[in-house]
């Protein structure tokens, strides 16, 4: 996994997302570097990816087995299917939509800072860290995914999956310290955050770690809730 870039964020005011009469908290966590064992598992898993997106493109869909991708790769399907359930997934580059357990046991308990869009902004930079994908390789399952439409069934389903589970998060949170907006609502800001800091990513040439542009998407967020101005008549 990669560095974090929470460690770096400010504190800042609280945002009428809050119950104003919960009390703050301050303390941030931090991620540990990746050791040697998590970055050879991130090169395997990239390397599957690879392979899959490599054979489909130059067979199809249909005449590409997960076989086929093992052998490229020099491993197992046992092994495969450690890191993938289907070889959908393994085309689509599809993981586990993961928070580290330490990350939720905080969140759920209203911090670490008490200040919900402070610990929304930790909580996508958690599972940035985790889902480092090459602007190359995004743009390989693009490709695919318009030559093979059904794709987009199975990712909807794996979107849908996660945003159940971050509800329950939310739902979590809440009991232990109330805030205003539906759960459902802010499982779709984080699905958002994520998708816009991934395109900042791309637009940059996949420059640093995705997460490295959280702090910007987030402050155009801050600022679209926080703009209280009067409408322009003139402007419509």
């Not at 046991?105 to 599972?127: H, K, Q, R, Y």
């Not at 589970?165 to 499982?187: I, S, T």
């Amino acid at each position: 996994m990669q560095n974090c870039s929470a460690c770096k964020y400010k504190r800042v005011p609280a945002s009428s997302l809050d119950d104003p009469g919960a009390p703050a908290r301050d303390e941030r966590p931090l991620r540990a570097p990746a050791g040697l064992r998590e970055r050879k598992k991130r090169a395997r898993r990239d390397a599957l990816v690879d392979a899959a997106q490599r054979l489909v493109l130059e067979r199809g869909l249909d005449a590409v087995t997960v076989e086929d991708v093992c052998a490229a790769v020099g491993v197992s399907p046992r092994t495969f299917f450690n890191y993938f359930s289907s070889k959908d997934d393994a085309v689509l580059g599809l993981e586990d939509f993961s928070v580290s357990p330490e990350v939720v046991a905080t969140f759920v308990t209203g911090g670490p800072t008490g200040v919900l869009l402070d610990d929304l902004e930790l909580v996508v930079a958690d599972v940035l860290a985790h889902q480092v994908v090459a602007p190359e390789r995004m743009a390989r399952g693009l490709e695919i995914v318009q030559r093979e439409p059904h794709l987009v069934a199975r990712h909807l389903a794996w979107v849908e999956a996660h945003h159940a589970e971050l509800v329950e998060m939310f739902d979590a949170r809440r009991a232990a310290r109330p805030f205003v907006p539906d759960p459902e609502l802010l499982a779709l800001v984080v699905m958002s955050l994520l998708r816009a800091t991934t395109l900042a990513w791309q637009q940059h040439d996949g420059d640093g770690d995705p997460a490295d542009h959280l702090p910007g998407v987030v402050d155009q967020l801050r600022a679209l809730l926080q703009d209280t101005r009067a409408p322009d008549p003139a402007a419509r």
